[in-house]
């Protein structure tokens, strides 16, 4: 057996408001050894990147504390408590011997620098090297993690590269010290599921060369089998269960191991609702019923073919990316490139595709958010391809779109309550405020809040909740077409799973045309009757969910499929 090379023994974290003591890890007790990657599972809220954060104590504050435990690292001979070591000790090991990457690069990453003399500041804070040398070992670092142009990509600040490549840079910076831990915190959440397998095989190929320890944080077990050794269940703090890879996805004996494990929409045909974890935490139901859950099946849409709501024909939307000197356009990056489609009325059209093949470009230009360079886009009969804000204004209520990061949507400074009533202002559907409060209580029930959440702010709730009020503010005007732009992408499995379930309960109560928009193929086949295959501004494949998904008619489309993380379903 290998040496180990981090032990954390009886873990306490508590966090101290004005309301009191929150405990976020509760005497956790774990280990890792060298050359093995340990997956720590959970969703938001379980204590696992506080668990991550305190080994490298970048919890700052004086409102944190450890009334309990120990975090022992284990450099060659020497054995040394993270939670206790001086400072300085501790900032000659971060980076060095124990480095992280982060969930959001884009935040991880400063903007003002470029990506060679970051990755070169990490190389330059731990090694005597010159300047070329630290150079060169940045190109080398930037060949190993498969960027394009090492030599070149290094003069390019964050903004200027993809998610994954931002994600790349990352991974070069800690491997800069040829570390004994990584900490990977999330760091695929938010990626396509192509760039997403690409960055896990790298980090995987990374691993295996340098016998490095890994502690891989996700709340996704899928992507649990496709990298780890050992997993670890956390929940609200506690380790619940812990073992290989194969005896927790084949023999799981906590039933909320076995919730994370059902609740993907991958293993669920459409139109079965998906279990929850409310569904095998429940104490009160019986045994069999929380080990194997009884799905309630929702009506699917009749496959009588209704009458076009929506029709999209030709559709240019292409954005000057070069001029000449007299300020005139010479060439253009084609976002979308003639792009027809229909979209039927009470029909989900999904949209699939990774990032910038003009998914999302679509569904703001059908909402009058981007202007259309050619083509024409029909909604019930009305030409709104060049329409005018005021020609838009009748349609408006009409058509409503649902934000992939319900936080940014939200006025901070605003209560739910109001954010959700503006809309039925602006559009003189309420007469007084006693009517409106009455009305928007009536759409956070019908949600799954409730009126005691009317006064609260956006800060106030979990990722799930705020997702919930969005979508409770899109059908405040109780719209006939939505628009969904990667409204699930970044939440937790198990709250996905609450999320889809309520857009079907939603769309049986109010028979909205919707179209789905999301990178993950599994997603979009639960969800969607139709789907529509996009790559680099074109539709390469579009039918039934079920045909494109299980017969998939184009080597893209079976890529997309392949790249979904682990157990696939039949």
């Not at 649990?224 to 194969?246: F, P, S, T």
């Not at 990032?355 to 009305?382: E, Q, W």
């Not at 699930?488 to 999320?499: G, I, P």
Request: hydrophobic share 40%.
């Amino acid at each position: 057996m290998s040496a180990p090379v981090l032990s954390i023994r009886d873990l306490c974290v508590d966090f101290t408001s004005s309301s009191g003591n929150q405990r976020a890890v509760d005497h956790l007790n774990l280990e890792l050894r060298t050359g093995e990657i340990l997956a720590i599972v959970g969703e938001s809220g379980s204590g696992k990147s506080v668990t991550a954060l305190s080994i490298l104590r970048l919890l700052s504050g004086t409102n944190i504390s450890y009334p309990s435990g120990e975090i022992v690292f284990y450099n060659g001979e020497h054995a040394t408590n993270l939670l206790t070591v001086p400072e300085e000790q501790l900032e000659q090991l971060r980076g060095h011997k124990i480095a992280m990457i982060f969930q959001e690069p884009m935040t991880a990453l400063n903007p003002v620098f470029t990506c060679g003399d970051q990755v070169a500041e990490a190389i330059r804070s731990h090694f005597k090297l010159d300047e070329k040398a630290i150079r060169e070992k940045v190109v080398e670092l930037f060949r190993q993690v498969q960027l394009p142009l090492p030599e070149k990509i290094g003069s390019r600040y964050p903004h200027q590269l993809s998610g994954g490549q931002k994600q790349r840079v990352m991974i070069a910076m800690a491997m800069s010290c040829n570390p004994s831990l990584l900490i990977c915190d999330e760091p695929t959440t938010a990626l396509d599921v192509t760039v997403q397998q690409n960055i896990l095989l790298l980090i995987k190929e990374l691993q295996l060369h340098h016998r490095m320890a890994v502690i891989f944080i996700t709340h996704d077990l899928g992507v649990v089998a496709e990298i780890a050794d050992r997993v670890a269940v956390l929940y609200r703090g506690k380790l619940l269960e812990e073992g290989n890879v194969q005896q927790i996805f084949q023999q799981p004996t906590h039933p909320y191991t076995k919730a994370l494990l059902a609740c993907r929409p991958i293993l669920h045909p459409k139109g079965e609702r998906l279990p929850v974890v409310s569904d095998f935490m429940d104490d009160n139901l019986e045994e069999k019923k929380r080990n194997n859950p009884v799905p309630t099946v929702v009506p699917s849409v009749s496959s009588v073919i209704n009458q076009p709501i929506l029709e999209v024909k030709d559709l240019c939307v292409w954005y000057p990316v070069k001029r000449n000197f007299l300020g005139k356009p010479v060439e253009y990056m084609k976002a979308v490139d003639k792009v027809s489609f229909t979209v039927h009325e009470g029909e989900t059209l999904g949209l699939v595709g990774e990032s910038g093949c003009g998914k999302t470009t679509i569904g703001r230009t059908i909402l009058g958010l981007n202007p259309v360079t050619a083509g024409s886009i029909h909604f019930k009969g009305h030409d709104l391809t060049n329409a005018t804000a005021k020609q838009r204004m009748p349609f408006r209520r009409d058509m409503q779109l649902i934000f992939q990061d319900p936080y940014s949507s939200l006025n901070p400074r605003i209560s739910i309550g109001e954010a959700i009533g503006e809309p039925l202002q602006v559009h003189g559907l309420v007469k007084s405020v006693k009517e409106k409060k009455e009305r928007v209580i009536d759409l956070l029930e019908k949600v799954q809040l409730g009126a005691s959440h009317y006064h609260r702010y956006p800060h106030e709730f979990s990722g799930g909740q705020r997702q919930r009020i969005v979508i409770a503010r899109a059908l405040a005007l109780e719209p006939s077409f939505i628009v969904c732009d990667e409204s699930v992408s970044a939440l937790d499995v198990s709250v996905q799973a609450q999320v889809l379930n309520l857009l079907n309960d939603l769309k049986k109560a109010f028979s909205f045309t919707a179209i789905f928009i999301s990178h993950d193929l599994s997603v979009v086949k639960y969800i969607s009757d139709r789907i529509m295959v996009m790559r680099a501004g074109k539709i390469v494949e579009s039918g039934p969910a079920e045909t494109v998904y299980h017969q998939p008619q184009t080597e893209y489309t079976r890529q997309l499929i392949d790249a979904i993380p682990g157990i696939s379903a039949g």
